[in-house]
Nanobody
Framework: QVQLVESGGGLVQAGGSLRLSCATSGRTFLTYSMGWFRQAPEKEREFVVG????????AYADSVKGRFTISRDNGKNTVYLQMNSLKSEDTAVYYC???????????????????WGQGTQVTVSS
């Protein structure tokens, strides 16, 4: 069992920045590709960004390319999401997720992820 705990959400003005963190329990962090998803009210959960186990591959949703950056610190069992130039449409609950251990590369679909955090609210005011 892996526990994921997100932090760093909050209220920010449009154009501002936030940095989300996702701390994971256990000593098997390297086993998992990691990802961030988000869900806005009355919308389906959507893929934001993913990173491979080693961190050498990433993939971004078109809506966040050039603004968001994912990284992972395998020594700290933590994955980060740096969000710059935030827009009102980025408002959502952001979820960190750990992928199915046997999957490789960057994972994009929710059903490829095994463990999920509780989510952290990001609100961007215009």
């Amino acid at each position: 069992q892996v526990q994921l705990v997100e932090s760093g959400g909050g209220l920010v003005q449009a154009g501002g920045s936030l940095r989300l963190s996702c701390a994971t329990s256990g000593r098997t962090f390297l086993t998992y590709s990691m990802g961030w998803f988000r869900q806005a009210p009355e919308k389906e959960r959507e893929f934001v960004v993913g990173i491979s186990k080693s961190g050498d591959s990433t993939a971004y949703a078109d809506s966040v390319k050039g603004r968001f950056t994912i990284s992972r610190d395998n020594g700290k069992n933590t994955v980060y999401l740096q969000m710059n130039s935030l827009k009102s449409e980025d408002t959502a609950v952001y979820y960190c997720a750990a992928g199915l251990p046997l999957r490789v590369g960057v994972l994009r679909r929710p059903n490829e992820y095994l463990y999920w955090g509780q989510g952290t609210q990001v609100t961007v005011s215009s």
